[in-house]
C-alpha cells in the first residue's frame, strides 16, 4: 500500500500551502500610556499547537517596520512573535535627536524593563504561546531593553540583543535572571567603546550568568538594518550602517539559540 504515504504528503502540502501568516495590531495600555503592538504568528501552526513566543523590542526610531518585519521572519520560523511599542500609538521618528530623548527617558530607569514587559504579557495573553518557551529579542535600544527584561527577572527563557547598548548586570540581577543571554555585538561599533563591553561581560562572568558574546568583524552599530546606510545618510548620524554578513550570521546564531532554549525535556 503505496497510496497512503502519499495521500499523507499531499495533505501535508495542501496545509502548508493553506497556511498564512496572520498580523494584526493589538492596542494596549501601560502606566496611562496608551501603546499599539504588533502581533505575527502561522495560523496553521497555532491550529494544532501553542508554539514558542518572542517578543520583538525596536530600535530607538520606535515601532516601524523593520521590527514588524522581524516579527514577521519569527512567524515564518513557527514563532509567535510581538513586537511591542515602547514609546506610544503611532510614536515614530526618524530624527535622530527626537529618537535620543524618546529613548532616553528609560534608560537608568524601571520603566525600561517595566514597558517591554507590558509587551511580553501581551504576548502571554493571546493564548496561542506556551509560557514556558518565551524569549524576547532587541534591536539597539531595544538590545539594551530585553538586558533590562532579563535582569528584572521576567520569565524568559532567553534574551538576543542585536548591536544594543551594554547594561552590566547589576547587584543581585544573577539571583533573578532566567533568561539565558546572547549579544549579538559589532566588533567596530563606536557607540559601544571597549571599557563597556569589559564593564559588561565583567558583571556577567561576577555573576555567573549563562551568556553567549559573539563580535562580529567589520560590523559597527545597526549592522542588522539593512536601510541603516540611507538613514545615515538622510540624518548624517556616522557610525551606523549595513553588514550583510554580521545580518547573516547574527540571524543564524540566533535560530541556533533558540533550538537550544526551547528545545522540550
Known sequence: MKTFPLLLSLLAF?????????????????????LSGYLA????RTASAKL????????????????KGRAEQLARLGYVAFAADMYGA???????????????????????????????????????VDASRVAAIGYCFG????????????????????????????AGAAAMTKARLLICHGAVDPFVPKADVDAFT??????????????YAGAIHAFTNPKAD?????????????????????????QDFFNEIFAKK
Open 230 to 254: 540611507a538613514v545615515a545618510s538622510a540624518t548624517g548620524l556616522n557610525g551606523i550602517g549595513y553588514n550583510a554578513a554580521a545580518d547573516r550570521r547574527s540571524w543564524s546564531h540566533l
Open 52 to 67: 514558542p513566543g518572542v517578543v520583538v523590542i525596536p530600535e530607538w526610531w520606535g515601532l516601524n517596520d523593520y521590527p
Open 14 to 34: 495542501a496545509m502548508s500551502a493553506q497556511a498564512k501568516i496572520v498580523t494584526r495590531d493589538v492596542a494596549y495600555e501601560h502606566a496611562g500610556v496608551k
Open 143 to 170: 538590545g539594551a531593553t530585553v538586558q533590562a527584561l532579563a535582569y528584572s527577572g521576567a520569565p524568559l527563557a532567553g534574551a538576543v540583543s542585536f548591536h544594543g547598548s551594554l547594561i552590566p548586570a547589576p
Open 202 to 215: 565583567k558583571a556577567l562572568d561576577d555573576g555567573k550568568f549563562d551568556y553567549q558574546f559573539i563580535s
Open 41 to 44: 504568528y502561522d495560523d496553521a
Open 90 to 128: 503611532g510614536v515614530v521618528t526618524t530624527d535622530p535627536k527626537k529618537a535620543g530623548e524618546l529613548a532616553g527617558q528609560f534608560y537608568g530607569k524601571p520603566l525600561m524593563a517595566d514597558r517591554a514587559r507590558a509587551g511580553l504579557d501581551q504576548l502571554l495573553g493571546t493564548g496561542l
